[in-house]
């Protein structure tokens, strides 16, 4: 497995293409998901994300953006004009109670939420920018001729096969951002020795990993082995593990039914305690306090 889908492993989107069919200009919309990520993509029009700590990013049809979260953020017509208070909005399409004007004209924006809880990868977050902008560099009218069959039909709102597609898209774009904002780890993947020794672990995190057997796929020695991982992941390797099996008992943990004891086993602890003592020095919580809901 690609540590970057184990990563996106888990995360769907609540979904919606906002406007009714369109935001007439002037408007700003602020998304109050506290979502740990929000992927936004203009199908008709333009719109300027403005967020704290970021300067304002300007996306055009093609393009797509990801605000991480969970702090509200502002999406405008344009950040320069006369002020104007926000409307509150989710990705769920629910515009407050103050539904926006119809239109013919205005921006068509498909926006999905993605909450995740505390388990989207640390990793993940801390490598995003506050807002990432990925500029189209092919044809996506299929799908927005799609999405725009669906807009005048009045099939707007959320609904599974507009929430798949935001997957898809999310996928894709955190894709090509980390492909030009390559960080350690994931440059790491290009590396003859250290490469299939990340596909091996994420592929299977339960195993009985140990230096000398992950060296072994590596083709190198332990002692050059753990050199080169950390050199180029930016940690041990034995560490790099354990956020890797704490990442997926996070999920894991979620899921209703579960118990610490399976959950162990699945992330390859032979026993609940010492699972739960791995869990919560690396997560703050014990695994049932983190299992039990909010």
Not at 172 to 198: H, K, M
Request: glycine share 8%; net charge negative.
């Amino acid at each position: 497995m690609d540590p970057l889908d184990d990563l996106l492993r888990g995360l769907r989107a609540n979904g919606a293409v906002l406007g009714t069919p369109a935001l007439p200009s002037p408007y700003a919309l602020r998304f109050t998901d506290e979502a740990a990520l929000t992927l936004l993509a203009p199908l008709r029009g333009e719109a300027w994300i403005v967020a704290d700590d970021a300067e304002p990013q300007r996306i055009r049809p093609g393009d797509v953006a990801v605000v991480s979260g969970p702090k509200p953020f502002v999406v405008t017509d344009s950040p320069d004009g006369p002020p104007r208070a926000p409307i509150d909005t989710t990705c769920d399409g629910s515009i407050g109670a103050h539904p926006m004007p119809g239109a013919t004209k205005g921006t068509v924006l498909l926006a999905g939420a993605y909450h995740g809880r505390q388990q989207l990868p640390q990793r993940l977050r801390e490598e995003l920018p506050t807002v990432a902008v990925v500029v189209s560099d092919h044809d996506c009218s299929p799908l927005r001729d799609y999405l725009e069959e669906r807009i005048a039909a009045g099939a707007l709102g959320r609904h599974v096969g507009l929430d798949r597609l935001i997957d898809w898209l999310m996928v894709c774009t955190l894709r090509d951002w980390f492909e030009v904002n390559s960080p350690p780890w994931y440059q790491a993947l290009g590396d003859d020795a250290i490469g299939p020794v990340l596909q091996a672990l994420h592929t299977s995190p339960a195993a009985p990993w140990t230096l000398q057997t992950l060296a072994g796929i590596a083709g190198v020695s332990r002692t050059t082995f753990a050199r080169r991982f950390t050199e180029l992941v930016g940690e041990p390797p034995l560490a790099y593990l354990t956020d890797v099996r704490m990442t997926l008992a996070a999920d894991l943990l979620a899921e209703p039914g579960a118990t610490v004891a399976a959950v162990a086993r699945q992330v390859g602890y032979a026993d609940a305690f010492g699972f739960s003592s791995a869990f919560k020095r690396e997560r703050g919580v014990s695994p049932a306090a983190y299992a039990r809901p909010a």
